[in-house]
């Protein structure tokens, strides 16, 4: 018997139109495409939740379209901690720094604040982050990203997850 799986682009695209919608084009003011996210987990993330620090979470986006023409690409890291588990919904709050690449080979600078919300989809887990840019450019703006990773029960099961990774798209408000 053959199991049918889908693509990991299929995946994305079903989770995040699902879980988040469309971002209708009044309210985006910027956009970058495309996305990856990662972070790893200490103490590891097991089936019950427990107080977790999210470490080196990075979001990098290319292909960025925003108020600003020259900027290019971006990179965010920052870490959160929050009452996580590898198994079902969890919340964490954090903060991180935005670098911007520009055509003219400069980096501008943002701060943010962000929630982030996690959801199992389909057997994916679906991470929406949503916050604010605190300084720097777009200070006083809004962003969401979100991202789908993988899940491994049997990982959940055993040692936890120390490290998860994957797609996402990333828009500002």
């Known amino acids: 018997m053959r199991r049918w799986l889908p693509s990991a682009a299929a995946l994305v695209?079903?989770?995040?139109?699902?879980?988040?919608?469309?971002?209708?084009?009044?309210?985006?003011?910027?956009?970058?495409?495309?996305?990856?996210f990662s972070t790893d987990f200490q103490p590891p993330l097991v089936a019950t939740p427990r107080n977790t620090a999210m470490t080196d979470v990075t979001i990098v986006g290319s292909a960025c379209t925003t108020t600003n023409p020259v900027i290019t690409s971006m990179l965010m890291e920052g870490s959160g901690t929050g009452l996580l588990s590898c198994a079902g919904s969890s919340t964490a709050h954090g903060n991180g720094?935005?670098?911007?690449?520009?055509?003219?080979?400069?980096?501008?600078?943002?701060?943010?604040?962000?929630?982030v919300d996690k959801a199992s989809v389909a057997g994916a887990d679906v991470w929406t982050f949503t916050g604010s840019f605190t300084s720097g450019e777009f200070s006083g703006q809004g962003f969401r990203f979100v991202a789908v990773t993988g899940t491994n029960p049997l990982e959940c099961a055993a040692a936890g997850v120390e490290k998860v990774n994957g797609p996402g798209v990333f828009a500002i408000l």
Request: proline share 7%; with cysteine; glycine share 10%.
């Open 13 to 36: 695209a079903a989770s995040l139109f699902v879980v988040v919608g469309p971002v209708p084009a009044a309210q985006a003011v910027g956009q970058c495409e495309p996305n990856s």
């Open 97 to 115: 720094a935005f670098r911007w690449t520009t055509l003219l080979g400069t980096t501008l600078h943002s701060g943010a604040e962000w929630t």
